[in-house]
Each structure stands twice: as C-alpha cells, then as structure tokens.
C-alpha cells in the first residue's frame, strides 16, 4: 500500500533559500517534454524527453517488491516487463518516518511525496543521443539509513545527462525493514546474505544497471558509486563487500561516516528479538510469519533510538568497513572521499557537554588550544569536534589506506553561496550537492539568489564530479590541478571562495583526533 502524505515536497535547501528572497521571485516553470521509449533486456521503457534531448525514466521497478514473504529476504531480481512500461512518474519512497525532526530533515533533506514498502525502484537521465557509450553515474541518497528517497528535486540528474553522463538515483529499504536480524530468520535461512537488506538492495539496482544500462547509451564497464552521508556509509560499505566485486569502477563518498559501531549478526539478532517483544510477540521465539505480520509502521515507529544501517553478518557483510580498509581487503577502484566545513550542522540541538563526553579530555584540551579563534564556548568546541571525529578524520583516515594503493582524492568543500556568508557557520552537510548535480535550477528559488560566482563555483564542482565519472581522475574546469591524495603531505582539494589545493590542512588537530580515536580501537593505525 502506499500513503500518500500531507506535506509537501519542499526541500531544507530551498526553505534556507526562501530566508533570502525578493518578494517577487518565482520558480520558472519546467520545459515542455515529449514521449520516449526505450527498449532494454528488461522489456520496454516509455519515459519522456525534454527539449533539450535529455531523457528520464522514473520509478522503474529493478527488484521484487520486498513484501509478504520477500520481505527480510535479500532483493530479488525483478521479472522483465511483458508490456511496455510506464517510466514517467517516481515511485514511492520506501517506507519511513513521516513527521521529521528539524536534525532529521537536514540529514534526509526533504520529506517525500509517498511512501510504502514496494519501492525498489530506480530513476535514469541520459541524452537521447550518444555517439559512443557514456559513463554511468549511481547515487545513493542519504537520510541516516531511516529516511530519504533518489527522487528528491536536488538530485535530478539532468545536468549530468547533459554533461554526456548517465546519471541512476534508487530507493533501498531503510529502518529496521532494511536492516534487521532475529533468531528465527537466520534459522530460516539457508546461505543466503542476512541483516544488511538494505545493502542487498543497492547491489541488486547496480547489477540492473549492468544488464540494461547500455540501452541507455550507458557504459557497464565505467560505473561510478556515489553518496552523500548514509549513502556515502553505504559506498564504503559496498567497498568492503566482495559481492560487490565487477559492479562499479570507481566511487565518491561525500560525508562519510565509518567509525560508528557496526553490529555483528549476534548482537543484531538480540536487538531484533527485542523489537519482537516491544511489538507483541514472543522475543527470540518469534517465528519468521509472526514477524512478516508485523505492519510495516510498526516496525518504522519500533525505529527510534535504535542505530540503523549495515550489519556483519558475515556472509554478505564480512567485516565492518573499518576493519576492511584497515586490512586493505577493499575493492580496489578510484575514488574521491571529502566532506563540508560545517558537517556539525547536525549536532546543533545536542548539548555540548553530552558531545564533549564522547571524546577525551584529551581531544578537548587540544580543540581549544587549536580553535580558540573561532570556538568562543563549549558549544561551538563541541560542534567543531563533532565534526572532526565523525567525518573529517575517518574520511582522511580512509584516503591514506586507499591511497597506499589506489589512486585517491581527497576533498574539503567550504563554499557558501555568497548571500549566505554572513549568517552561516560553513557548508551544512548536504549542501554540495545542488553543486555536485548542478541542480540549483530544479530547486524552487534558488536561482533568484545565485550570484554569478555561485554559478561558477557550481560550474567548476560539477565539473570535477564528471572528469571523475569519465576518465577515473577530477579535473576541475577553471580550478588548480587537483594531485592525488598521499599520506606525506595530506593534500587536499579545498572547495571555497577561492579554490586551492592545500597540504597538512588543520593536520594538527585531526592528528591528535585521530591519535585518541586509534587509541579508543575505533580506527586502526
């Protein structure tokens, strides 16, 4: 079933947007477009094209529906279309909490038009025409592993399509419909993946994209991986997973987070014989039919306060990605890993002392000698470090294991559009990314407020994104040379008013951070 919600789809982009504008400003209205069909080994495809030639085809189912008894079973591939499909509206997100928190927006971005749990779906934007096959582009939304769906406004892939780049958005199930263990379902299954469904979802849509996407005028062979924050965890995630291994050649993780605990199949299995009791049935005992009764609400409501994402299971999930980049057992491709300057955006509600405890005496004493200038109290130091251990140091930390092998980038991205500066602490996490896509121009008025230097800073962040999709190495239009990523000097793309390369950037606390958080077992030398 699918419910269909009350609000709106409005973006936290564009109400940041809406703070700014002129009175009169109005959103331009969308370019007319025309009917188009594709044939692919799935069945046929009837999208539409705009008028500039760049077509999209939306809510394309690529699974099963993980319901009844497919639900908490790894995706099924989805039967080939015995009639013409229609490709011309999203699908529903999959299924989620609907009434969000201001910290759970900023992560999710926005709240989507629909939900349900059918919704393995994926979207595609490709130009018409192609003269030879193009890069494939496959993003994985964010929205901390409980919320999110591919099809929000700022991810619309025209931009890249233009750009000669085939751009896929999916849905993957999220909570605890996604990410789940109990005795009685590891019972019930034999040698099958287990708990990361949600994983096995992504690996499903990108082995879709190998069988179909050259209809698209798509390459199978030059697939890149990327995401922001719970995707950005599910792309290093997919690194760790041999499974994986043939699906991709390259990956981008924006605001990634792998420090965090991922739990084994057996500490699973008691959160989920926990959730069993909370809803009524009996704990460990439940059988496998008495949980797949359960409606789905219930279990998004059972959600709160327990941590989602992948689990190691130990079939699908070997080991958590922090032991696998550690070891060095990752896929080896390309990749380009960074994050914004103001990631704490979303800690601002949490109270410092409680974001000071997670760390050291140590870490504290070294942020205020080191952000003195800038953190006047105990709640701008405990944003600043929030910041550092959860994204700025294990993102750094990744690129010096990848980077001992594999060629890497390594990113910090602290451009505000100009009418911003001057009520704005940095780059919230998530802002990148209608520069990333390009996509300023699908946001509702976001165009009445880009000034001419936004536009280019967008020009030059896209740009990189697609040099990187094409070739396996940014090259930023209008922008130094970016080298790549080496432990000697920690260089680092930084993304601001005036766009640098840097070594050693804030090295003297992200080394001390990292120091404690090494010392701590939760990373590896």
Same mark, same amino acid.
């Given at each position: ?10 973006? $936290? ?14 959103? =331009? ?31 394309? =189912? ?7 008894? /497919? %639900? ?10 015995? +009639? ?16 969000? +928190? ?22 595609? !934007? ?25 099809? /929000? ?52 849509? /990108?082995? !879709? ?61 008691? +959160? ?64 380009? *890993? ?104 699908? *946001?509702?008025?976001?165009? $009445?407020? /880009?000034?001419?230097?936004? %536009? ?70």
């Amino acid at each position: 079933m699918i419910r269909r919600l009350a609000t709106p789809v409005v973006s $936290a982009i564009a109400l940041l947007f809406a703070s700014s504008l002129p009175a009169a400003a109005q959103t =331009p209205p969308a370019p007319a477009a025309s009917p188009v069909s594709v044939k692919t080994p799935a069945g046929v495809l009837n999208g539409t094209a705009d008028a500039a030639g760049i077509m999209s085809f939306k809510g394309v =189912p690529f699974a099963q529906p993980p319901v009844g008894p /497919l %639900r908490w079973q790894p995706a099924q591939p989805a039967a080939p279309f015995t +009639t013409p499909f229609d490709a011309t509206k999203f699908g529903p997100a999959c299924l989620q909490k609907t009434k969000l +928190t201001p910290r759970e927006l900023a992560a999710s971005g926005a709240p989507p038009a629909a939900v349900s749990e059918d919704c393995l779906t994926l979207n595609i !934007w490709a130009p018409a025409k192609a003269t030879r096959p193009l890069p494939v582009m496959v993003w994985l939304h964010g929205g901390g592993h409980t919320a999110g769906t591919g099809s /929000l406004v700022f991810y619309d892939g025209t931009s890249f399509a233009r750009d000669g780049v085939v751009l896929v958005s999916i849905n993957y199930r999220l909570g605890l419909l996604g990410y789940f263990a109990h005795p009685g379902l590891t019972k019930a299954a034999k040698g099958v993946p287990l708990a990361s469904y949600g994983t096995t979802d992504q690996l499903e849509a /990108l082995r !879709w994209v190998q069988r179909n996407i050259a209809a698209f005028g798509g390459d199978p062979a030059n697939v890149t991986v990327f995401g922001e924050s719970a995707g950005a965890q599910s792309t290093l995630t997919l690194l760790a997973t041999p499974a994986a291994q043939g699906l991709f050649a390259k990956a981008i993780v924006e605001s990634g987070y792998i420090w965090g605990h991922f739990p084994t199949l057996a500490e699973a299995e008691k +959160t989920g014989a926990a959730v069993a009791t909370t809803l009524g049935l009996p704990g460990a005992d439940a059988t496998p039919e008495q949980l797949r009764g359960l409606s789905g609400e219930a279990l998004i409501a059972a959600q709160e306060k327990l941590p989602p994402g992948p689990i190691v299971d130990g079939r699908l999930l070997p080991q958590a990605p922090v032991a696998a980049f550690a070891s060095h057992q990752f896929l080896h491709v390309p990749l380009m *890993i960074g994050t914004n300057s103001n990631e704490d955006s979303l800690v601002s509600a949490r109270y410092p002392a409680s974001v000071l405890a997670e760390g050291s005496r140590d870490i504290t004493a070294a942020g205020k000698a080191y952000y003195k200038a800038v953190a006047k109290d105990d709640a701008a130091l405990a944003r600043r470090l929030w910041r550092d251990w959860t994204f700025t140091v294990p993102s750094r930390w990744v690129a010096r294991q990848t980077g001992r092998e594999d060629a890497t980038w390594l990113y910090r991205f602290d451009y505000l559009p100009e009418r911003w500066r001057t009520n704005h602490d940095g780059v919230d996490h998530g802002l990148e990314i209608p520069f990333v896509f390009d996509s300023w121009a699908k *946001i509702p008025f976001a165009g $009445a407020i /880009l000034t001419d230097a936004d %536009r280019a800073e967008t020009a030059v962040v896209h740009g990189c994104w697609v040099s990187f999709a094409r070739t396996g190495v940014p090259s930023c239009p209008g922008a130094p040379d970016w080298p790549r990523y080496n432990g000697g000097d920690d260089t680092v793309m930084y993304f601001g008013p005036v766009n640098a390369t840097r070594t050693h950037l804030d090295n003297e606390i992200l080394d001390a951070v990292e120091k404690v958080r090494i010392a701590k077992g939760v990373l590896k030398p």
